[in-house]
């Protein structure tokens, strides 16, 4: 049986690789370039966070099973967005 949803969720989990990548890196290149030694303190906090999301998206675009994936899909959005947060929560907090 065909899965109308499999595009979608396909495209969601990659949306989710890019929303948890690229804001990491995108601070770690500011801290990088900063004098004050405590501007890697978000990167260093998010980083794990955005890393578990990421793998639960790819696992959640690797299974067959419609409610598993969304179910892992539902948990790395979650990861991601805290994983956000922090990032910028504590890096506005350094600021």
Avoid: C, H, K
Wanted: charged letters at 15%; a negative charge; zero cysteines.
């Amino acid at each position: 049986m065909d899965d109308p949803t499999e595009q979608m969720r396909w495209y969601v989990g990659l949306a989710l690789i890019f929303f948890s990548v690229v804001p990491v890196v995108g601070i770690a290149l500011v801290a990088s370039d900063a004098d004050a030694g405590d501007a890697w303190v978000p990167v260093f906090v998010a980083a794990p966070i955005n890393l578990v999301g990421v793998v639960f998206a790819v696992l959640s675009m690797a299974a067959r099973d419609p409610r598993t994936s969304s179910r892992r899909l539902a948990i790395a959005g979650g990861l991601v967005l805290l994983g956000d947060v922090a990032l910028y929560g504590i890096y506005s907090l350094i600021t």
